[in-house]
């Protein structure tokens, strides 16, 4: 499960590195496809809410119930998973409106698009040099056997990373370059 969870960071931050490219080609007056951004979102909308979190969260609640750790600490995994639920959502709508050709500043797309990837890139280095490494090292294989068995009935297709890019993805895997169909 944290070997998927870390993988699943790397692929995100290969999409938020894509956005972060976005941002500079916006600020430098390029055109970009704001249908990729929106496959973007769309995907971390979707993956993350659906399978990413609630997969972080049960192994958290399980390190949690057995672990004494400050309230803050405790607390803030949620909290941030919650936040970036919110700002997902609400870049999303925003990149709708923009593909429906409503009117929005660029300069207000720019800077909610690049605190966006501010706050999700913190929140994965949170998680991959505080949270996970606490974890490893202080859940049992029988911990791991249990998470496994909860885990197993919310097992899922990686939609655009995994053996098969669903139609939804095709445009953004080759704009990622990725090679697999």
Known sequence: MIDRIH???KNIMLLLNALSDKVEFLKE???IDYQIVKSIMSYLKNYSDKYHHPMENLIYAHYLKYRVVPDEVANRLSQDHQ????????????LGMIL????????????KL?????KQKQHLTYEEEEIFPAIKSSLSPDDWLNLNQQWK?????????????????????????????
């Open 83 to 94: 936040e970036l639920k919110t700002i997902t959502k609400e870049l999303d709508e925003m």
């Open 100 to 111: 429906l050709d409503a009117i929005i500043s660029k300069e207000l797309f720019i800077e």
């Open 29 to 31: 007056d390029k055109k």
């Open 153 to 181: 009935h919310n097992e899922y297709v990686e939609p655009l990373f995994g053996d098969k890019i669903s139609n939804e993805f095709k445009a953004l895997a080759d704009s990622l370059k990725l090679v697999k169909r």
């Open 7 to 9: 993988q699943d960071h």
């Open 114 to 118: 690049e605190q966006f990837v501010v």
